[in-house]
């Protein structure tokens, strides 16, 4: 069974950073594009962040580019997020998800959600 956990979110002051991590079980990652989402209390939920299945292909929401970076580790089948400059804007639980053999050209149709991990940005 697909499942994916991700973790690393946690009380930060604004202008800090965070790295989530997104790790896979039940199945190997290196063939599955993974894609961040966040949803904000009151908020839809919003694609922040891809990454490719060979990792060769990123993309990013304007509200984040320049700040988060995406990134892969197959042998540890994990993804991360690093997430820099915060600010209270992005507050909310971020959310990994999976698209099998994705190219990361959309936030549409991934599949496999995790619980979510919460990040709060706040002094």
């Known amino acids: 069974q697909l499942q994916l956990v991700e973790s690393g979110g946690g009380l930060v002051q604004p202008g800090g950073s965070l790295r989530l991590s997104c790790t896979a079980s039940g199945f190997t990652l290196n063939v599955y594009a993974i894609g961040w989402f966040r949803q904000a209390p009151g908020k839809e939920r919003e694609g922040i962040s891809c990454i490719s299945s060979s990792g060769g292909r990123t993309n990013y929401a304007d509200s984040v580019k320049g700040r988060f970076i995406i990134s892969r580790d197959n042998a540890k089948n994990t993804v991360y997020l690093q997430i820099n400059s915060l600010v209270p804007e992005d507050t909310a639980v971020y959310y990994c998800?999976?698209?099998?053999?994705?190219?990361?050209?959309?936030?549409?149709?991934?599949?496999?959600w995790g619980q979510g991990t919460q990040v709060t940005v706040s002094s």
């Open positions: 998800a999976a698209q099998l053999f994705g190219q990361c050209v959309s936030f549409y149709q991934y599949n496999s």
